[in-house]
């Protein structure tokens, strides 16, 4: 039996967010419903019918359909000493693939986080790996390099960060990042995107860093300005759907992480926010 994007988990609503009330919401264009009682997290949708829940890095994930498993590992998020980080959401007016493909933008960094994530005239791109990942269904980019300014709130000065890009499901990324205070440690920065209607998502980025020295406070308004840049240029991408053929495009060397994320979506028919033609 195929899995479908209704059988993917996705995240609908922190788990210490919901003591205070009830939230409704969508999934996949399905109204749903949120809540906390002394059982768990129930979910139900409009009609009534109860969902499955998972609570996973401080979210409460649910699922329209029959998940093939639990919600996805990201087993370094179980190592001591990391700080979890809960960013809250920020509601985007775009296609949640776009969402996703933007977080996998490799050559973006220098351009929308200028100063910050990279800088002018660190623009290139060096040589990393793609792989669709066929025994775990995962879409992975390894041995990516790049100069950034000020890579975590953390760091003192520009230093040339590595990275790693994971794709677990269709609207989730993980991003491994040098770690500047512990050498050898990757720090895990989450993309984690509920697709309300086929433009428009929820995206609630989730963080599992080793920071001895920042607030709370701190870690989340570093993210919250990173993503707010990304914000303003997601809401004004065209077409609005993500294109899953890449029609006469020359891809260049950054592009090949985007490919593969858009070739493995369209191998699964997972085009819940694509655009099938190419305009
Ligand atoms: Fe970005």
């Keep these: 039996m195929s899995v479908t994007m209704q059988d993917h988990w996705y995240p609908v609503a922190l788990a210490s967010g919901l003591r205070r009330s009830a939230r409704d919401t969508l999934l996949l264009g399905r109204a749903i419903r949120v809540a906390l009682d002394d059982g768990g997290a129930p979910v139900v949708t409009a009609e009534g019918r109860a969902l499955p829940v998972q609570v996973k890095f401080g979210h409460v994930w649910t699922t329209l359909g029959v998940p093939a498993g639990d919600v996805f590992d990201i087993p370094e998020a179980d190592q001591p000493g990391r700080r979890l980080v809960e960013v ?144 303003s240029i997601l809401e004004n991408q065209l077409p609005a759907l993500l294109p899953l053929d890449p029609g006469r495009e020359i891809p260049t060397r950054a592009d090949m992480l985007s490919i593969a994320y858009r070739r493995w979506l369209k191998r699964h028919g997972y085009t819940f926010g694509a655009q099938l033609v190419a305009a």
Excluded at 202 to 213: G, I, K, R, T
């Design 88 to 231: 809250g959401s920020v509601k985007v007016r775009c296609s949640p693939l776009r969402a996703v493909e933007n977080f996998l933008d490799i050559a973006h960094f220098p351009f929308v986080h200028t100063d910050v994530l990279g800088s002018e005239p660190h623009t290139e791109v060096e040589r990393y790996e793609v792989e669709i990942r066929d025994d775990v269904d995962e879409v992975w980019a390894t041995k990516v390099k790049f100069f950034q300014p000020q890579a975590a709130r953390s760091a003192q000065g520009g230093i040339t960060t590595e990275y790693m890009y994971r794709v677990p499901g269709p609207t989730c990324s993980v991003l491994y990042k040098t770690c500047p205070p512990r050498p050898g440690e990757w720090d895990v920065i989450t993309l984690f995107v509920q697709p309300l209607t086929e433009t428009t998502c929820e995206v609630w980025p989730w963080m599992a860093l080793f920071d001895d020295d920042s607030t709370m406070t701190e870690m989340i308004h570093f993210q919250q300005l990173i993503f707010l840049q990304d914000r």
